[in-house]
């Protein structure tokens, strides 16, 4: 009768048991669904030209994904050595390692020990919470089970050592690796991959940015485990444990460039909505090298003209941009949008809408050599008196001036944009025609712009990015060419997307060169000559707006572009002896001499297109094309009348 009843105890208990179990594995048996279709957030990152990472960007959980393939067998062994040891044998948890913390736990009368498998600890970290309470262990152990029923060892594994976190804000082997020793996987050592896997228990206690000590004595204690179960020789175990890694305490993201990567995020969020979880590889045109040099110059111009005001009285918000480009290709080698990021993350080469002044006068220079001025065709730099009426009816005067006060009647092209004459300008543009230019300059790619005169001083916002596009029609022989920032991006399944710059046609390069010639004469003998260096040729121009509000240069060299601002954020004006050629001309100098100095082999002479023709005129070498000959130095272009012009 006992007999049949502890048989019926057991049989209810049993059958009980597993309808419990059935029931628990009914409401959780969905959740599997997040580890065996596993796609978890993953860390987009960002390299330079050179393929050196600049920048890692992620939502919340700091990850870089890592194949099977790439994870090395003897990491799986430290891991299993310390973790799991009877993983390969197990169904998903281990009775006998459950049965022996039983008996400690009861032994001790609280919670000791655990013997949660590495299927288990997955299952713990994916699905459910860390509570010590028995219904969450049974939830735990039964997905354990039904996960190895669906899922193989080593795919187990492959989620296990991208899921888990390695302390310091680390998600995933791979991330910890980069993060912690600067090495992809294969790189590191057996006592660097013990530092790894003895993580995952205590995180932030094992952290060896922080305890160092205690890192390398719980790595001394996995590979002993690996020793002892005969996984490592005693020669490999003696070696190691006396081996202290150089460890990296470094930030999640690495940012090295964030007015770049502010601009990258800006820019592509319509193509890659996902672009801070996709896992993408973002291959930009940046050149780290060349990006620090001109963060370097703006900050050289930036004391420069602090040291020139002691008081502080007019730079509170004093600012710059610089852009970079390479001149044959678009491709942006540097971009600077402010001088200290940490400050302020305004994005001044990208965002800020500021007025150009004569730096835009190169535009003109090039309508007029294009309809066939030449280069000594005379220009009249005298004054003249426009009246207008305003939008309002109200009857206004305007008599614009040259920077110097002064005078100098008749005047070549090529003198009169060399030193930056703005009325021999504003007289060439009313000579050409104010639609003409207007037309031309629409054609360019300028965009809202006024149809007057001002125009000829630059009275407009744009961009340094935008008017470095602009000014390529120089720069490139010709041919506009749009600033490329990305060159490609790869995604999580090898696709490749990549992108080229556009580009328009606008003169002939030997039209262009003509302008090239006058903008080396800018900065060997103008308004340009603070931007000389020795040993390269330079061409460009400066610009500055009425009352020193914005400087400008824009120059170029053979091969490489770069467009420098200076001005106050709130558009106060800068103290008066504040010119383009004393504000920014100078950084385009220092850019350049540190730039040679690391790229020694760029181009340094300007290449002369085969339809360009010269002579000798009062000793200086003057070039001409079939469309822009030079004319006789007698010669005075006629300057139409003009009634006034409207604003």
Not at 43 to 53: A, I, P, S, V
Not at 175 to 195: C, D, I, R, V
Not at 204 to 211: A, G, L, Q, R
Not at 476 to 490: D, R
Request: charged residues 20%; contains cysteine.
């Amino acid at each position: 009768m006992i007999k049949k009843f502890i048989f019926t105890t057991f049989i209810v208990g049993s059958i009980a048991s597993a309808i419990f179990v059935l029931y628990i594995y009914s409401q959780i048996r969905f959740d599997l669904d997040k580890i065996v279709n596993y796609n978890p957030k993953l860390t987009t990152q960002f390299f330079d030209r050179n393929g050196e990472l600049v920048a890692n960007i992620f939502d919340n959980e700091n990850r870089v994904l890592a194949s099977y393939d790439e994870i090395p067998s003897r990491l799986i062994e430290a891991l299993l050595a310390i973790e799991d040891t009877q993983f390969f044998e197990h169904k998903g948890v281990n009775e006998e390692a459950i049965i022996r913390a039983m008996a400690k736990n009861l032994q001790s009368g609280k919670f000791v020990e655990g013997a949660s498998t590495l299927t288990q600890q997955l299952v713990k970290t994916m699905l459910l919470t860390r509570e010590k309470k028995l219904d969450r262990k049974i939830k735990e152990a039964v997905l354990a089970i039904k996960l190895e029923q669906i899922l193989s060892k080593e795919e187990i594994l492959h989620r296990y050592f991208n899921e888990i976190y390695f302390g310091h804000g680390y998600y995933g082997v791979k991330t910890a690796s980069l993060g912690y020793f600067n090495k992809q996987l294969y790189e590191l050592n057996p006592k660097e991959m013990a530092m790894l896997v003895s993580l995952p228990r205590a995180p932030s206690f094992y952290d060896p940015t922080k305890n160092y000590k205690f890192s390398l004595a719980r790595a001394n204690v996995v590979l002993k485990r690996m020793y002892d179960l005969g996984w490592i020789s005693q020669k490999e175990y003696e070696t190691y444990v006396e081996v202290n890694p150089k460890v990296y305490d470094q930030t999640l993201t690495q940012n090295k460039v964030p007015y770049v990567i502010d601009e990258v995020l800006r820019t592509t969020s319509s193509i890659l909505p996902d672009i801070k979880s996709g896992g993408y590889k973002i291959y930009l045109t940046i050149d780290l090298k060349t990006q620090q040099i001109a963060q370097n110059a703006l900050v050289f111009g930036y004391n420069q003209i602090k040291q020139r005001d002691p008081n502080e009285s007019f730079s509170k918000t004093l600012n710059g941009a610089l852009v970079v480009t390479e001149n044959s290709t678009g491709e942006i080698l540097a971009l600077v949008g402010g001088v200290d990021y940490s400050k302020s993350s305004f994005n001044r080469a990208t965002q800020a809408k500021r007025q150009p002044g004569s730096s835009v006068k190169p535009f003109f220079y090039q309508i007029a050599l294009d309809m066939g001025y030449g280069t000594n065709t005379n220009l009249a730099d005298i004054s003249r008196t426009y009246e207008y009426t305003t939008p309002d009816d109200e009857e206004k005067v305007w008599q614009p001036t040259n920077y110097e006060n002064n005078l100098k009647g008749f005047i070549t092209l090529k003198e009169a944009l060399t030193h930056s004459r703005n009325l021999a300008t504003i007289n060439l543009v009313s000579d050409i025609g104010l639609d003409v230019v207007y037309d031309n300059l629409l054609k360019y790619g300028f965009k809202n712009i006024p149809k007057d005169l001002s125009i000829s001083l630059g009275s407009f916002g744009i961009s340094p990015l935008d008017l470095s596009q602009l000014f390529t029609m120089f720069s490139n022989q010709g041919t506009q060419i749009e600033p490329l920032l990305i060159k490609s991006v790869t995604n999580q399944n090898g696709k490749n997307l990549t992108f080229s710059a556009e580009t328009k046609e606008l003169t002939s390069p030997e039209q262009a060169f003509l302008m090239t010639d006058i903008l080396k004469n800018v900065v060997n003998n103008g308004t340009g000559k603070g931007a000389k260096v020795n040993g390269i040729e330079l061409a460009g121009k400066t610009g500055t707006t009425n009352n020193n509000v914005d400087n400008w240069f824009c120059g170029y060299s053979p091969s490489i572009q770069a467009v420098i601002w200076f001005g106050n954020d709130d558009n106060t004006p800068m103290s008066k002896g504040e010119t383009g050629g004393r504000s920014t001309a100078p950084v385009f100098r220092y850019f350049f001499e540190n730039l040679l100095m690391v790229y020694p082999q760029i181009p340094r002479q300007f290449n002369i297109p085969e339809n360009v023709q010269s002579t000798v005129i009062n000793g200086k070498t003057e070039y001409f094309t079939d469309k822009s000959k030079l004319e006789n130095p007698n010669t005075i272009t006629h300057i139409q009348e003009s009634g006034g012009i409207i604003f």
